[in-house]
DNA sequence: ACCTGAACACCGTTCAAGT
DNA sequence: ACCTGAACACCGTTCAAGT
């Protein structure tokens, strides 16, 4: 069904942007598809229930986009935009803190989003940013350059692979804490699993600023054994 | 259409365990689905189309497994149950890097099947078991219970992002060096980027060695700050 | 240039029916 | 107990048609 303020399709001069609120385009497409993956999940999202939420026809979204998998990169793209790094030192440990810090705060605020990023064919340009930053400051610390961009692999396939965990409520059963509630898995069978879930429940901050913290103690050593190889 | 050595409908003795080799079961459609996913990769996966496969109605599947996301993690245990880890040595960190190599040669052997894992609404039970082999080891070494906990997780979501990666061929854009190749991105504004990825290739097991290497090392300095707290 | 409507070739899954 | 066949409520996408 359309409604007067949906479907509003107002004649402008060709040429102009079309910046009128009714036009749709692929950035417009791009933030309600982000919109609906934020309220519904990427399970349930279709090009068809976007479409119905523009209240358009399906075929209406391909004149913006190629595909699905475009649509979802433009997404993808939208949301990376958002997450802007800034670095506050030089220091590389606090450039690379502040950066995937930031990266994952992105995420964690767009639960679908660590998933749609490993899930794309292609990266969006976006990411080449930060890899720069990381990149850069890595190798001028004294990694080489390939080595460099290794870490930042590294550092960015485990803040999507937490934060996917993370979104993904981490309840539905990946959980050792529920799975030993549960009795699926035998305390007495796993002692050393059962000691470390059993009483505290699983803190997720915790768990990424540990993870950071030993990748990042393990790039010391790296550039250490790079220094005193060179 | 059925074939005669596809669809014989042997009768047998009740409470006798069904090994006729036409029968089908809930370890027969895992395997099955498994060789599937192998030749055709995850996304052209479908219940029909394993059904075709194995010349059987799609909802004759339905009568061993419960849904298409219980078919795909019967799939995954039955994955895992090849990757058993057997450590060689009692340092934690030779168990650490035989595990999860072991893990990732698993993967690669079996391109799907790190997607599946991480896709998956329930961990197998049999993650549990590699879990608790590490998970011991690291405490055993001096982490806390929680930590250790946390540093298996830290290993094995490096793992399976990397195994995913690259079963995906690294090739469909992710790829900086394609992206500079092909002009998406300007090696000039991007120079610490360009410089890591001209003239050599990407290597995925030195990529990996050098991760596992550095959380390794990362490992080692908490565990040195946990001896030295205590 | 942008949107529509009907159509195609698929999905996963339910349900009643067969043996 | 296990499998079938028809059906339901969905998918992504193509194509010819409208404006």
Redesign the pocket.
């Known amino acids: 069904v ?1 409604t007067p303020e949906t ?1 509003g ?1 107002q004649t402008h001069r ?1 040429g102009e942007p ?1 910046t009128r609120r009714t ?2 385009t692929r950035a417009r497409v791009a933030r309600a598809a982000l919109a609906l993956l934020d309220r519904d999940g990427l399970a ?6 976007l ?1 119905d939420y523009l ?10 986009v190629n ?3 475009d ?1 979802l990169q433009a997404v993808a793209e939208a949301v990376l935009v958002e997450a802007e790094c800034a670095p506050t030192s030089s220091d590389w440990r606090d450039i690379v803190r502040d950066c995937f810090r930031t990266l994952r705060q992105t995420c964690l605020a767009h639960p679908s989003v660590a998933s749609l990023i490993q899930t794309a064919d292609e990266l969006p340009a976006r990411v080449f940013q930060p890899m720069e930053l990381i990149v850069n400051a890595l190798h001028t610390a004294g990694l080489s350059a390939e080595e460099a961009a290794r870490a930042y692999f590294v550092l960015i396939t485990f803040t999507l692979g937490q934060a996917r965990h993370q979104a993904k409520g981490w309840s539905h059963g990946v959980n050792p804490e529920a799975a030993l509630r549960e009795r699926r898995i035998e305390p007495s069978k796993f002692p050393a699993v059962a000691q470390a879930f059993t009483g505290q429940s699983w803190d997720f901050d915790e768990f990424f600023e540990f993870g950071l913290a030993t990748i990042v103690a393990g790039l010391e050593a790296q550039i250490a054994e790079a220094r005193a190889g060179a």
Chains 1, 2 share one sequence.
């Open positions: 359309l479907a399709h060709a079309a036009t749709l349930k999202f279709s090009v068809r229930r479409a209240s358009v026809t399906p075929m209406a979204l391909y004149n913006h595909d699905k998998n649509l």
